[in-house]
């Protein structure tokens, strides 16, 4: 069974698709991290400015030239202390119990998602090494965690049109196979509880990571049987050398910049 780089492979439904997202963040968390910022600038402001000790006023005035005068300045000046001290105090709360707490815990599971993402491809890696060379170091396993590498390492011949990648599906056995799928399906469990247990916060991101455990879910009944191994072969060229058709290879890891996204 001939299922190479160089043919027309897809696999399981899922394309990668190098999505121009930019930033990774989605546009109303930074329209809140913008709105806290300028209600912290406000509410200094309110509290210089409402200060008993007129030092700021009397500055704004001297800068400005805006010295309005009140009959009730004294209340109109407490009334802007206590808005502008109440108001970092709930901000400095908020960001000690909620937003740091947050972003701890994001920090966490990206952490967790990205070494079982490298524990997949590794995993993966060792069992395509043994299908196709018999034998493999842990140095070369970890040389071909890099897209490029991994590409030109079992990338089809222009002359002889054979590929280490063939070897790997011709020699395919049933032990392999199921390690391949136990590998997808605990790095499946491990995306899974990120969907569940996160707010992730950049809609390719999201997206992404369901288009990619849909296209392992269905990758699961995969068997011996040359349509199924084709369409696995594609899935599989396409996470480790970032394969699509509409972009051709990136030159980055798009699932580790989705990652970083969350």
Same mark, same amino acid.
């Given at each position: 069974?001939?299922?190479?780089?160089?043919?027309?492979?897809?696999?399981?439904?899922?394309?990668?698709?190098?999505?121009?997202?930019?930033?990774?963040?989605?546009?109303?968390?930074?329209?809140?991290?913008?709105?806290?910022?300028?209600?912290?600038? *406000?509410?200094?402001?309110?509290?210089?400015?409402?200060?008993? @000790?007129? +030092?700021? =006023? &009397?500055? #704004?005035?001297? /800068?400005?030239?805006?010295?309005?005068?009140?009959?009730?300045?004294?209340?109109?000046?407490?009334?802007?202390?206590?808005?502008?001290?109440?108001?970092?105090?709930?901000?400095?709360?908020?960001?000690?119990?909620?937003?740091?707490?947050?972003?701890?815990?994001?920090?966490?599971?990206?952490?967790?998602?990205?070494?079982?993402?490298?524990?997949?491809?590794?995993?993966?890696?060792?069992?395509?090494?043994?299908?196709?060379?018999?034998?493999?170091?842990?140095?070369? *396993?970890?040389?071909?965690?890099?897209?490029?590498?991994?590409? @030109?390492? +079992?990338? =089809? &011949?222009? #002359?002889?049109? /054979?590929?280490?990648?063939?070897?790997?599906?011709?020699?395919?056995?049933?032990?392999?196979?199921?390690?391949?799928?136990?590998?997808?399906?605990?790095?499946?469990?491990?995306?899974?509880?990120?969907?569940?247990?996160?707010?992730?916060?950049?809609?390719?991101?999201?997206?992404?990571?369901?288009?990619?455990?849909?296209?392992?879910?269905?990758?699961?009944?995969?068997?011996?049987?040359?349509?199924?191994?084709?369409?696995?072969?594609?899935?599989?060229?396409?996470?480790?050398?970032?394969?699509?058709?509409?972009?051709?290879?990136?030159?980055?890891?798009?699932?580790?910049?989705?990652?970083?996204?969350?």
């Amino acid at each position: 069974m001939h299922a190479g780089p160089g043919d027309p492979v897809v696999g399981t439904g899922w394309s990668y698709r190098q999505e121009r997202f930019g930033s990774f963040m989605l546009k109303r968390v930074r329209r809140l991290d913008g709105v806290l910022v300028a209600l912290f600038i *406000v509410s200094a402001m309110f509290m210089l400015l409402g200060h008993e @000790d007129p +030092f700021a =006023r &009397d500055a #704004l005035c001297g /800068l400005t030239g805006f010295c309005p005068p009140s009959n009730h300045a004294a209340f109109w000046n407490k009334l802007a202390y206590d808005i502008g001290t109440g108001s970092l105090v709930s901000l400095v709360f908020y960001g000690l119990l909620i937003r740091m707490p947050e972003g701890q815990k994001r920090r966490g599971i990206k952490r967790s998602l990205e070494l079982h993402y490298r524990m997949f491809k590794k995993d993966s890696i060792a069992i395509f090494l043994g299908a196709a060379d018999g034998s493999y170091s842990p140095d070369q *396993v970890d040389k071909l965690l890099d897209q490029a590498v991994f590409r @030109d390492y +079992f990338k =089809r &011949d222009p #002359l002889t049109r /054979l590929s280490k990648w063939d070897d790997v599906l011709n020699n395919m056995t049933a032990d392999n196979l199921r390690e391949l799928l136990t590998a997808m399906e605990v790095f499946r469990d491990e995306i899974s509880f990120v969907l569940s247990n996160t707010d992730i916060r950049s809609d390719d991101a999201f997206a992404f990571f369901k288009r990619l455990s849909s296209a392992i879910y269905f990758a699961k009944d995969a068997h011996l049987g040359y349509d199924s191994i084709k369409s696995l072969a594609g899935f599989y060229w396409a996470i480790f050398t970032g394969w699509d058709w509409a972009t051709g290879y990136p030159k980055k890891d798009i699932v580790k910049e989705m990652v970083q996204a969350i």
